[in-house]
Protein backbone atom coordinates (compact mmCIF):
# COMPACT_ATOMS: atom_id res chain seq x y z
CA UNK A 1 0.00 0.00 0.00
CA UNK A 2 1.35 3.58 -0.66
CA UNK A 3 2.00 5.47 2.01
CA UNK A 4 -0.16 8.21 0.77
CA UNK A 5 -3.21 5.34 0.98
CA UNK A 6 -2.36 5.29 5.46
CA UNK A 7 -2.59 7.67 8.23
CA UNK A 8 0.90 8.23 7.63
CA UNK A 9 -0.17 9.49 4.58
CA UNK A 10 -2.76 11.88 5.90
CA UNK A 11 -0.45 13.13 8.51
CA UNK A 12 2.63 14.08 6.05
CA UNK A 13 -0.15 16.04 4.35
CA UNK A 14 -1.74 17.92 6.53
CA UNK A 15 2.01 18.95 7.97
CA UNK A 16 2.64 20.01 4.32
CA UNK A 17 -0.75 21.75 4.27
CA UNK A 18 -0.16 23.24 7.74
CA UNK A 19 3.20 25.12 6.35
CA UNK A 20 1.85 26.19 3.07
CA UNK A 21 -0.72 27.86 4.85
CA UNK A 22 2.28 29.69 7.39
CA UNK A 23 4.12 30.22 4.07
CA UNK A 24 1.73 31.65 1.37
CA UNK A 25 -1.25 33.51 3.04
CA UNK A 26 0.39 36.04 4.47
CA UNK A 27 2.13 37.07 1.59
CA UNK A 28 -1.14 37.33 -0.13
CA UNK A 29 -3.64 38.35 1.63
CA UNK A 30 -0.30 41.63 2.34
CA UNK A 31 -1.53 42.14 -1.70
CA UNK A 32 -4.69 41.49 -1.76
CA UNK A 33 -7.63 44.23 -1.26
CA UNK A 34 -9.04 44.47 2.00
CA UNK A 35 -12.51 43.16 1.04
CA UNK A 36 -10.68 39.83 0.09
CA UNK A 37 -8.86 39.29 3.39
CA UNK A 38 -11.83 37.92 5.90
CA UNK A 39 -12.71 35.02 3.72
CA UNK A 40 -8.84 34.78 2.75
CA UNK A 41 -8.12 35.07 6.87
CA UNK A 42 -11.32 32.86 8.02
CA UNK A 43 -10.76 29.70 5.54
CA UNK A 44 -6.92 29.84 6.17
CA UNK A 45 -7.00 29.85 9.99
CA UNK A 46 -9.75 28.12 10.23
CA UNK A 47 -8.12 24.89 7.99
CA UNK A 48 -5.14 25.55 10.16
CA UNK A 49 -7.49 25.24 13.50
CA UNK A 50 -9.36 22.01 12.35
CA UNK A 51 -5.95 20.54 10.75
CA UNK A 52 -4.02 21.08 14.08
CA UNK A 53 -6.50 21.29 16.99
CA UNK A 54 -8.88 18.67 18.20
CA UNK A 55 -8.34 19.15 21.20
CA UNK A 56 -7.84 22.61 22.32
CA UNK A 57 -6.63 21.96 25.79
CA UNK A 58 -3.29 20.85 24.44
CA UNK A 59 -2.28 24.26 23.60
CA UNK A 60 -1.76 23.77 19.43
CA UNK A 61 -4.15 26.58 18.90
CA UNK A 62 -2.31 29.08 20.65
CA UNK A 63 0.94 28.28 18.99
CA UNK A 64 -0.50 28.16 15.84
CA UNK A 65 -2.34 30.71 15.66
CA UNK A 66 0.59 32.75 17.21
CA UNK A 67 2.40 31.48 14.29
CA UNK A 68 0.05 32.79 11.67
CA UNK A 69 -0.52 36.15 13.19
CA UNK A 70 2.90 37.03 13.29
CA UNK A 71 3.74 36.18 10.02
CA UNK A 72 0.48 37.94 8.92
CA UNK A 73 2.37 40.92 10.37
CA UNK A 74 5.70 40.24 8.82
CA UNK A 75 4.66 39.23 4.53
CA UNK A 76 7.67 38.74 2.71
CA UNK A 77 8.07 38.44 -1.09
CA UNK A 78 10.50 37.43 -3.39
CA UNK A 79 13.81 35.89 -2.25
CA UNK A 80 12.73 36.31 1.11
CA UNK A 81 9.44 34.48 0.77
CA UNK A 82 12.01 31.62 -1.31
CA UNK A 83 13.75 31.43 1.59
CA UNK A 84 10.95 31.11 4.13
CA UNK A 85 9.72 28.37 2.30
CA UNK A 86 13.27 26.54 2.10
CA UNK A 87 13.03 26.97 5.70
CA UNK A 88 9.87 25.48 5.95
CA UNK A 89 10.62 22.51 4.08
CA UNK A 90 13.35 21.95 6.27
CA UNK A 91 11.05 21.77 8.81
CA UNK A 92 8.67 19.58 7.34
CA UNK A 93 11.30 16.55 7.01
CA UNK A 94 13.09 17.04 10.48
CA UNK A 95 9.01 16.95 11.33
CA UNK A 96 8.39 14.23 8.80
CA UNK A 97 10.87 12.13 9.80
CA UNK A 98 10.41 12.05 13.92
CA UNK A 99 6.83 11.33 12.78
CA UNK A 100 7.48 8.31 10.96
CA UNK A 101 10.42 6.89 13.52
CA UNK A 102 8.08 7.55 16.48
CA UNK A 103 4.90 7.95 16.19
CA UNK A 104 3.85 5.70 13.14
CA UNK A 105 2.29 3.27 15.56
CA UNK A 106 -0.40 5.82 17.38
CA UNK A 107 -3.48 6.50 16.72
CA UNK A 108 -3.35 4.38 12.82
CA UNK A 109 -6.96 3.62 13.39
CA UNK A 110 -7.86 7.99 12.66
CA UNK A 111 -7.74 9.00 9.02
CA UNK A 112 -8.55 12.30 7.93
CA UNK A 113 -11.17 11.95 6.20
CA UNK A 114 -12.86 10.93 9.32
CA UNK A 115 -11.87 13.65 10.99
CA UNK A 116 -13.61 16.27 7.88
CA UNK A 117 -16.66 14.07 8.19
CA UNK A 118 -17.12 14.51 12.25
CA UNK A 119 -17.21 18.20 11.79
CA UNK A 120 -20.38 19.51 13.74
CA UNK A 121 -20.53 23.49 14.27
CA UNK A 122 -23.06 22.54 17.46
CA UNK A 123 -19.87 20.83 19.34
CA UNK A 124 -17.75 22.81 21.90
CA UNK A 125 -14.18 22.15 19.87
CA UNK A 126 -15.43 22.81 16.42
CA UNK A 127 -17.31 26.03 17.39
CA UNK A 128 -14.09 27.29 19.52
CA UNK A 129 -12.44 26.86 16.40
CA UNK A 130 -15.27 28.92 14.10
CA UNK A 131 -15.08 31.70 16.57
CA UNK A 132 -11.42 32.25 17.00
CA UNK A 133 -11.07 31.84 13.15
CA UNK A 134 -13.44 34.32 12.64
CA UNK A 135 -12.71 37.10 15.32
CA UNK A 136 -8.73 36.88 14.20
CA UNK A 137 -9.85 36.97 10.52
CA UNK A 138 -11.66 40.40 11.22
CA UNK A 139 -8.79 41.65 13.60
CA UNK A 140 -6.55 41.43 10.91
CA UNK A 141 -8.60 42.39 8.41
CA UNK A 142 -9.34 45.56 10.12
CA UNK A 143 -5.67 46.24 10.87
CA UNK A 144 -4.34 45.55 7.42
CA UNK A 145 -7.22 47.63 5.76
CA UNK A 146 -6.37 50.52 8.20
CA UNK A 147 -3.06 50.64 8.40
CA UNK A 148 -2.59 50.18 11.92
CA UNK A 149 0.93 50.20 12.79
CA UNK A 150 2.27 46.71 13.95
CA UNK A 151 -1.38 45.30 13.67
CA UNK A 152 -0.17 41.80 14.50
CA UNK A 153 0.39 43.30 18.16
CA UNK A 154 -3.90 43.45 18.08
CA UNK A 155 -4.34 40.60 16.52
CA UNK A 156 -2.20 38.59 19.36
CA UNK A 157 -4.50 40.21 22.24
CA UNK A 158 -7.47 39.14 20.43
CA UNK A 159 -6.45 35.37 19.76
CA UNK A 160 -5.76 35.25 23.45
CA UNK A 161 -8.21 35.93 24.46
CA UNK A 162 -10.14 33.96 22.02
CA UNK A 163 -7.73 30.63 22.24
CA UNK A 164 -9.06 30.27 26.39
CA UNK A 165 -10.06 27.16 26.66
CA UNK A 166 -12.68 24.96 28.12
CA UNK A 167 -14.87 27.20 25.86
CA UNK A 168 -16.55 29.94 27.22
CA UNK A 169 -19.07 32.98 26.81
CA UNK A 170 -17.19 35.34 28.70
CA UNK A 171 -13.44 36.83 28.24
CA UNK A 172 -14.17 39.55 30.97
CA UNK A 173 -11.51 37.86 32.99
CA UNK A 174 -8.66 37.87 30.72
CA UNK A 175 -9.68 41.04 29.05
CA UNK A 176 -8.67 42.92 32.61
CA UNK A 177 -5.58 40.30 32.71
CA UNK A 178 -4.11 41.32 29.40
CA UNK A 179 -4.47 45.44 29.59
CA UNK A 180 -3.15 45.18 33.39
CA UNK A 181 -0.08 42.12 32.04
CA UNK A 182 0.51 44.75 29.49
CA UNK A 183 0.51 47.70 31.45
CA UNK A 184 2.91 46.48 34.05
CA UNK A 185 4.81 44.86 30.93
CA UNK A 186 5.72 48.02 28.91
CA UNK A 187 6.54 50.11 31.90
CA UNK A 188 8.99 47.26 33.69
CA UNK A 189 10.55 47.08 30.37
CA UNK A 190 10.66 50.92 30.25
CA UNK A 191 12.25 51.87 33.57
CA UNK A 192 14.57 48.80 32.78
CA UNK A 193 15.56 49.84 29.43
CA UNK A 194 16.16 53.22 31.31
CA UNK A 195 18.50 52.26 33.73
CA UNK A 196 20.45 49.60 32.36
CA UNK A 197 23.73 50.00 29.65
CA UNK A 198 22.93 50.12 25.96
CA UNK A 199 24.73 46.46 26.05
CA UNK A 200 22.29 45.27 27.89
CA UNK A 201 19.25 46.18 25.55
CA UNK A 202 19.84 43.06 23.24
CA UNK A 203 19.59 40.80 25.60
CA UNK A 204 16.12 41.64 27.28
CA UNK A 205 14.10 40.12 24.76
CA UNK A 206 15.96 36.57 25.74
CA UNK A 207 15.37 37.85 29.34
CA UNK A 208 11.87 38.33 28.92
CA UNK A 209 11.39 34.66 27.56
CA UNK A 210 13.40 33.42 29.83
CA UNK A 211 11.03 34.68 32.94
CA UNK A 212 7.97 33.65 30.58
CA UNK A 213 9.23 30.16 31.38
CA UNK A 214 8.78 30.39 35.02
CA UNK A 215 5.65 31.98 35.20
CA UNK A 216 2.36 30.29 35.34
CA UNK A 217 -0.16 33.26 36.06
CA UNK A 218 -1.41 34.46 32.86
CA UNK A 219 -0.84 38.45 33.86
CA UNK A 220 2.74 37.93 34.68
CA UNK A 221 3.33 35.63 30.81
CA UNK A 222 1.17 38.83 29.00
CA UNK A 223 4.05 41.00 31.08
CA UNK A 224 6.69 38.67 30.02
CA UNK A 225 6.03 38.44 26.74
CA UNK A 226 5.99 42.39 26.08
CA UNK A 227 10.00 42.35 26.61
CA UNK A 228 10.67 40.41 23.60
CA UNK A 229 8.27 43.03 21.17
CA UNK A 230 9.72 46.32 22.70
CA UNK A 231 12.86 44.83 22.28
CA UNK A 232 12.00 44.60 18.04
CA UNK A 233 9.67 47.76 18.17
CA UNK A 234 11.87 50.36 20.20
CA UNK A 235 14.71 50.08 17.18
CA UNK A 236 11.94 50.70 14.44
CA UNK A 237 9.04 53.75 16.65
CA UNK A 238 12.14 54.75 19.59
CA UNK A 239 10.86 53.72 23.29
CA UNK A 240 8.56 55.40 24.36
CA UNK A 241 6.53 54.64 20.76
CA UNK A 242 6.68 51.33 20.91
CA UNK A 243 6.08 51.40 24.46
CA UNK A 244 2.65 53.67 23.80
CA UNK A 245 1.96 51.39 20.70
CA UNK A 246 2.07 48.32 22.59
CA UNK A 247 -0.30 49.45 25.12
CA UNK A 248 -2.71 50.69 22.95
CA UNK A 249 -2.45 47.71 20.29
CA UNK A 250 -3.39 45.21 23.40
CA UNK A 251 -6.25 48.05 24.46
CA UNK A 252 -7.88 47.86 21.08
CA UNK A 253 -7.14 43.92 20.19
CA UNK A 254 -8.75 42.73 23.38
CA UNK A 255 -11.48 45.56 23.16
CA UNK A 256 -13.02 44.34 19.58
CA UNK A 257 -12.48 40.53 21.59
CA UNK A 258 -14.36 41.35 24.18
CA UNK A 259 -17.33 43.21 21.85
CA UNK A 260 -17.13 40.43 18.92
CA UNK A 261 -17.84 37.70 22.16
CA UNK A 262 -20.92 39.17 22.66
CA UNK A 263 -22.09 39.39 19.19
CA UNK A 264 -21.56 36.00 18.62
CA UNK A 265 -23.36 34.52 21.22
CA UNK A 266 -25.93 36.95 20.62
CA UNK A 267 -26.21 35.33 16.91
CA UNK A 268 -25.99 31.66 18.28
CA UNK A 269 -28.94 29.39 18.18
CA UNK A 270 -30.77 28.77 21.23
CA UNK A 271 -30.19 25.48 20.71
CA UNK A 272 -26.41 26.31 21.06
CA UNK A 273 -26.29 28.06 24.20
CA UNK A 274 -28.44 25.36 26.02
CA UNK A 275 -25.79 23.13 24.84
CA UNK A 276 -23.03 25.01 26.08
CA UNK A 277 -24.55 25.17 29.22
CA UNK A 278 -25.41 21.87 29.74
CA UNK A 279 -21.75 21.12 29.18
Not at 143 to 149: I, K
Not at 188 to 196: A, H, K, N, R, S
Request: a positive charge.
Amino acid sequence: MSILNTVWGDSLGTLAAVLAILVLVPSAAAMLPWFLLIPLHFVAFFALLYMTTQRPEMGNGGLYSFAYIYLAGNPVFGEALFRRGLLALAGYLICGAILLAKHRTHHHTVRFGTVIRSFDPSTLVHLWQLRMALGVSLILTAGQAFGVERFMWMGFACASLLSEYPYSSSVIVRFRQRIVGAVVGCCGFYLLYLVTPEAFHSLMGPFGGLCLGFCTDYRYKTAMNCFGALMLGAGIYGLGGAVVLRIVDTILGVTFALLFVAVFHRLAADRLLSRWDAA
